[in-house]
């Protein structure tokens, strides 16, 4: 499967004091990716919190390596694709890019709960996950 593509621009707001990205942006920026893998799949998360949904999802775990840093005004890509699925949880691959540079590796792990108890996965998140 081919991952999502989500481009962004880096603006002040995202760096530090020396105009590097701040490490707390990133997962911004990855948050951003996976609502919009969300949406394109046909999960809108704005509709599922306004609560069209009977669940919601949550980041479970998230292990990050940044690798290269991105710099003010840098347009950036988050690739986002299913690394492994289970029957409440899937696991996410992330990759932010600068073209082809590969600045940082990720791996989330999402949960569908509902009442505060997991849920399974709704189909349209397992159609992309067998698919």
Do not use: N
């Not at 990205?21 to 394109?40: P, Q």
């Not at 292990?63 to 409440?88: F, N, Q, S």
């Not at 073209?99 to 159609?127: D, F, K, N, S, T």
């Amino acid at each position: 499967m081919q991952p999502h593509r989500f481009e962004l621009r880096v603006y002040y707001e995202d760096t530090d004091f020396s105009g590097v990205v701040y490490h707390a942006s990133y997962l911004r920026f990855m948050e951003r990716g996976r609502t919009e893998w969300l949406r394109a799949i046909g999960l809108d998360q704005g509709a599922i919190h306004a609560g069209a949904a009977p669940f919601a999802f949550v980041v479970r775990r998230m292990t990050i390596d940044w690798l290269k840093p991105a710099r003010m005004d840098d347009v950036l890509t988050v690739e986002t694709r299913v690394a492994e699925l289970g029957g409440a949880s899937a696991d996410l691959a992330q990759t932010v890019l600068r073209g082809a540079e590969r600045l940082v590796e990720a791996r989330a792990r999402i949960a569908c709960v509902a009442g505060g108890r997991p849920r399974r996965l709704p189909e349209a998140l397992r159609r992309v996950g067998a698919g």
